[in-house]
């Protein structure tokens, strides 16, 4: 089955910016999407098809992929920004979450 | 406003039956691919299964198969996960969420772009 890595944390002063990696057998050659989940709040979609921000959330985040590795990138780290991110894979064939990352913002 | 609200979860004895329903409300459900991902206490996503917008298409992850199904109507705009033989790692808040979708195909790498607030199963004895 195909798994995805994640660094368990990764923390960052506020106004850095912080990277978050996925990686993955040939991920640069599926999309990627990533997932913030606050404590106690569902998931919500930050970055879709690699580098593809949905409606409404902010430039600060974005994302590339390539090789083995995506990446979620974001800028100016808010404390708000504090919370789990996930990757994930799906498609025809393939429906994976990468275990997590936790976000501190200290 | 796009919204899928879960529900049906509970407590449960191992090798207990639950099914989960999510009401869909705001969009075309018919025009989406559906799916539940769960989430066990303190621990990341895991996908479960999903089922295509014409029931075409259905995944189910390796742990629940055979013993999960999933099933959707298009006419209530609801989905639904029957979980059978429960075990005690089944224990999670279980999510529906909706595929990000294009007239009833999946658009690749969309992402799950609307989720659900979660119902939570405990399978314990």
């Known amino acids: 089955s195909y798994e995805l890595t994640q660094p368990p944390s990764v923390s960052v002063s506020p106004g850095q910016t912080a990277i978050i990696t996925c990686s993955g057998d040939?991920?640069?050659?599926?999309?990627t999407s990533w997932y913030q989940q606050k404590s106690g709040q569902s998931p919500m979609l930050v970055i879709y098809q690699d580098d593809k921000r949905p409606s409404g959330i902010p430039d600060r985040f974005g994302g590339s992929n390539s090789g083995n590795t995506a990446t979620l990138t974001i800028s100016g780290t808010q404390p708000l920004d504090e919370a789990d991110y996930y990757c994930?894979?799906?498609?025809?064939?393939?429906?994976?979450f990468g275990g997590g990352t936790k976000l501190t913002v200290l | 406003q796009v919204q899928l609200v879960e529900s049906g979860g509970g407590l449960v004895k191992p090798g207990e039956s639950l099914k989960l329903s999510c009401a869909a409300s705001g969009f075309d459900f018919s025009d989406y691919y559906m799916g539940w991902i769960r989430q066990a206490p303190g621990k990341g996503l895991e996908w479960v299964s999903y089922?295509?917008?014409?029931?075409?298409?259905?995944f189910y992850e390796e742990s629940v198969r055979g013993r999960f199904t999933i099933s959707r109507d298009n006419t209530k705009s609801s989905v639904f996960l029957q979980m059978n033989d429960l075990r005690g790692d089944d224990t999670a808040v279980y999510f529906c969420?909706?595929?990000?979708?294009?007239?009833?195909?999946?658009?690749?790498?969309?992402?799950?772009?609307?989720w659900g607030h979660g119902t939570s199963v405990l399978v314990s004895s």
């Open positions: 969420a909706r595929v990000s979708s294009l007239r009833g195909v999946a658009l690749a790498g969309g992402g799950l772009d609307t």
């Open positions: 089922i295509s917008s014409r029931h075409s298409t259905i």
């Open positions: 040939d991920l640069g050659n599926k999309y």
């Open positions: 994930e894979v799906w498609d025809s064939s393939i429906a994976v």
